[in-house]
């Protein structure tokens, strides 16, 4: 705790951003960072709150109010052996996290939660700044080889922590360069490219071998790596969307926002893209979908000069605050203003898309929608919904982006020449705890295990996931378990 009555003293603030027509010129991030003076009475806030339930509200176990003292105290070194010994990538997760920390934070209770995300954000780039961020691998390695597939936050994660250990770890990427979903899925003025490129190379100077353009089943088969490595670790992710196949599906104009968002950061990349163009420039858009992938598709029509930008969401709007079926320490489903939607953008509550019209050439015209009222059970959950009478209208638009999330992983290739077992959800099966599949040495981390979730799940599913395999190599591990205690006990 690092000032006694610094909760009282200071409110909630967050560094100032760009202004939205500024930001929109450009795909760069456009948070600024805190003074010193505010750095630090946004550490004093967290209190001596007995039971932080900050760090159950953390998938990862950060040892939130401890890395607050140390940042009180202006003790850097300190900050980031707490914040690194739970979190791999803390300028991801400072970045992108929807912070459920926060809404554990028990100072929410009655007043604006701690910060956190941000001063997480603060330690790690101070941390790069003053040369802490160095390679931790052993020099004296175990003889043991591990094959890690899928370069997103899971498989990172995952071939960091397996490094650390000491064995020789290789990451399999079939796109051309490494990061997954933090390189080709979330936009630049989200997370820059040279902030994920920063990390791997500091995890190729610990001796993670990445070999990309390398599709796992195709490029090479599952079977030589399973017979070259003494373990394998998939964490493809989830990568089927969900699609709305409705009349005029096949017309122009419609395209998964996925295919939409890697195009835009693969040119902001000054790399080449190789399928037709798709652009929001000049045209009438439409998201369909109301989560983060939408609000990216948001942000990124506006840069490209979208005419106009509306985002239809199926579920009614949510409130603004806890309600009593949301109580606190739970993560609450309240409404979420990102800054792509400061940025402009026309949001509809309640809406259900019932066809996709075309022109005389097979080009979107516009959409056919209806207003929907939802049935809720006795704990406010939707159960169905029913159209509202007299309520169907359309709405012209060129380009609509489908954001509806993703079903699971893609089972053609890898998976089914492995021969891995796949549960009700078509998720590969391996349970929580243990991540092995039933085929011998292979293990499975990230939404290629549990489904489509958080970047910090990822994270925390290849931490664990690495654990399991060092037992298996060795007979027990000398990584760290997410549970706190064990943790303090490690780090002090």
């Known amino acids: 705790m690092g000032k006694p009555t610094g909760f009282k003293e200071f409110g909630r603030e967050l560094p100032s951003k760009i202004a939205p027509q500024e930001r929109i010129a450009n795909y760069k991030e456009f948070v600024n960072l805190y003074s010193d003076e505010k750095l630090n009475e946004q550490s004093a806030r ?58 554990a934070c028990v100072l929410g209770i009655n007043k604006p939660p701690v910060a956190i995300e941000e001063i997480e954000k603060h330690i790690i780039e101070i941390a790069y700044e003053k040369g802490m961020v160095r390679p931790t691998a052993p020099l004296i390695k175990t003889g043991k080889k591990v094959a890690v597939v899928g370069s997103g936050p899971a498989g990172l994660a995952a071939a960091a922590q397996l490094v650390k250990a000491g064995h020789s770890v290789t990451v399999y990427e079939r ?49 030589e790596l399973t017979r070259n490595n003494d373990a394998v670790v998939i964490a493809g992710g989830s990568t089927i969307p969900r699609n709305l196949p409705i009349p005029g599906r096949d017309l122009k104009g419609i395209h998964f926002a996925m295919d939409f968002l890697k195009q835009q950061n693969k040119r902001v990349s000054d790399i080449k893209v190789t ?39 199926v579920m009614s709007k949510p409130p603004e605050q806890r309600t009593a079926h949301m109580p606190w320490p739970s993560y609450p489903m309240v409404l979420k203003v990102t800054s792509s939607h400061e940025e402009g953008v026309v949001r509809h509550w309640g809406v259900n898309t019932k066809e996709f019209l075309g022109d005389a050439n097979g080009n979107l015209r516009a959409l056919k929608v209806a207003d929907v009222s939802w049935e809720l059970d006795v704990m406010n959950r939707p159960v169905k919904f029913a159209e509202v009478e007299g309520s169907e209208r359309e709405i012209p638009c060129q380009a609509v982006f489908l954001a509806m999330g993703f079903l699971h992983p893609q089972h053609t290739g890898m998976l089914e020449q492995l021969g891995v077992e796949l549960d009700e959800r078509k998720n590969v099966k391996a349970r929580e ?36 395999v060092d037992e298996f190599l060795m007979g027990h591990s000398a990584l760290e378990s997410k549970d706190v205690v064990n943790l303090f006990e490690q780090v002090f």
């Open 275 to 313: 399928a037709e163009d798709i652009l929001a420039t000049g045209k009438d858009v439409v998201v369909i979908g109301g989560g983060d992938t939408g609000s990216d598709c948001v942000g990124t029509s506006n840069r490209q000069g979208a005419k106009s930008v509306t985002q239809f969401e």
């Open 433 to 468: 705890g243990v991540y092995r599949t039933n085929v011998g040495k292979v293990f499975a981390a990230g939404d290629m295990r549990r489904g489509q979730s958080l970047v910090v799940w990822a994270i925390s599913e290849g931490r664990e996931c690495a654990r399991k």
């Open 175 to 223: 796109d051309d360069n490494p990061g997954g979903l933090l390189r080709y899925g979330i936009p630049d003025f989200k997370l820059e490219k040279g902030v994920v490129e920063r990390r791997i190379k500091v995890m190729e100077e610990d001796g993670v071998v990445f070999k990309c353009n390398t599709e796992v089943g195709k490029d090479i088969m599952p079977e």
């Open 46 to 103: 967290c209190m001596n709150c007995g039971v932080p339930f900050c760090h159950n509200g953390c998938p990862l176990g950060n040892i939130i109010p401890e890395f607050n003292d140390a940042v009180y105290r202006k003790d850097w070194e300190e900050a980031y052996t707490i914040l690194s010994s739970t979190n791999n990538f803390p300028e991801f997760t400072g970045r992108i996290c929807p912070a459920p920390c926060e809404s």
